[in-house]
């Protein structure tokens, strides 16, 4: 905890000078970068809301970071689940049907074309913070979901984790969800949102995402955090990379010597860290990068 606070200090003090660190020490030669990839072994890609946003799912800050009057990030809390599983569900409600419609675009495309064409010489990892399933249904094989996914649940009783694609996930969902900032509260009465089939258990079921201030699954992060400890090269793409554990991996991965490198719109407090910044939608960046 300790050492991510400092860290988050450290980020504060740095990002006045990012321009001009930038200026001293980032490269965006991306034939250069393209050499190195070549005789990399072992590559992480790690991914964040931004590679999804040109399939048009909305990225968490920012302008559109907000469902409702809310802030995607004070819903996905466990307290707000308590508070109010009806309104947290129909935030989930809405963001599986959304994702559900939306289709993996150019960048995820790109990783997946990648893996399948040099999978079997270099070892390759795709971790993502996203929850929507994109990469997967874009023929990512190698993939560790960090933050959970919105097409699983788990029991809050029994804690049984189930996929489930259901369309509305319950009945008294169906039509609910809807982003409009006039809509005030949720009433739907807990029996009726999502709940355990097990006949001896039928506890209430929540998204099986990882929410602020909950530990991530131990297995999840320990695969994460071994596949970063050996990588050679690190791609950094679309994350604002301020949210932790993940925004630690590639800042250690490049102070350890790995080469890593950001596909970003904008820099982050962490691009000062990196050896490459390719400034651009990741869709088009990423396909160049990832190219012959
Ligand atoms: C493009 C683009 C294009 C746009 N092309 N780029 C104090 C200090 C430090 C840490 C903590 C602290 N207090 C608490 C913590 C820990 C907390 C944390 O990190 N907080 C920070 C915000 C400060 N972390 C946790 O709680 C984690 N658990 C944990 O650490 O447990 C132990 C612990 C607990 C408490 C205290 C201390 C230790 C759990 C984190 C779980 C994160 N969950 C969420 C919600 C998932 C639910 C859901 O989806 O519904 O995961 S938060 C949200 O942020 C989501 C994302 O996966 C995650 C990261 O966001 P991401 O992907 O980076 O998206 P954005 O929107 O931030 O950025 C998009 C980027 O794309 C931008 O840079 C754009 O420029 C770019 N972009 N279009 C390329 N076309
Ligand atoms: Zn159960």
């Known amino acids: 905890m300790c050492i991510i606070l400092l860290r988050t ?5 740095k990002i006045n000078f990012t ?9 965006s030669d991306m034939t250069k970068f393209k050499e190195t990839l070549k005789s990399s072994k072992e590559i992480i890609i790690l991914s964040g809301a931004g590679i999804s946003a040109e399939s048009g799912i909305p990225t968490f800050r920012g302008a559109g970071g907000y469902w409702r009057k809310y802030q995607a990030s004070s819903l996905a809390t466990p307290e707000a689940f308590r508070n109010n599983p ?3 569900w129909e935030f989930y409600h809405y963001r599986r049907e959304v994702a559900a419609k939306a289709q993996p675009n150019p960048g995820h495309r790109a990783i997946a074309d990648y893996e399948s ?3 079997s010489t270099k070892k390759i990892t795709v971790i993502t913070q996203n929850v929507d399933g994109l990469h997967a249904r874009a023929g990512t094989k190698n993939l560790i979901e960090l933050h959970g996914n919105l097409y699983k649940t788990r029991c809050t009783k029994c804690k049984e984790v189930l996929v489930n694609n259901d369309s509305p996930i319950c009945e008294a ?6 982003p409009d900032a006039n809509i005030i509260g949720s009433d739907i009465p807990v029996r009726f949102l999502p709940h355990c089939e097990k006949p001896s258990c039928g506890g209430l079921l929540r998204p099986h995402i990882v929410w602020f201030g909950e ?10 955090e071994s596949a970063m400890a050996t990588c050679d090269v690190c791609l950094v793409v679309g994350t604002s990379s301020v949210v932790y554990p993940a925004a630690m991996f590639a800042p250690q991965a490049a102070a350890r010597g790995a080469t890593v490198a950001e596909f970003n719109i904008e820099p982050t407090p962490a691009t000062p860290d990196f050896h490459y910044y390719f400034e651009g939608p990741c869709g088009t960046t990423l396909q160049e990068a990832l190219s012959d």
């Open 19 to 27: 321009s001009n660190i930038m200026a001293a020490r980032l490269s």
């Open 9 to 13: 200090f450290r980020y504060k003090s």
């Open 117 to 119: 064409k040099y999978g």
């Open 215 to 224: 530990n991530l699954e131990a297995a999840v992060l320990e695969k994460a």
């Open 86 to 88: 009806s309104l947290v």
């Open 173 to 178: 969902l169906a039509d609910r969800g809807a």
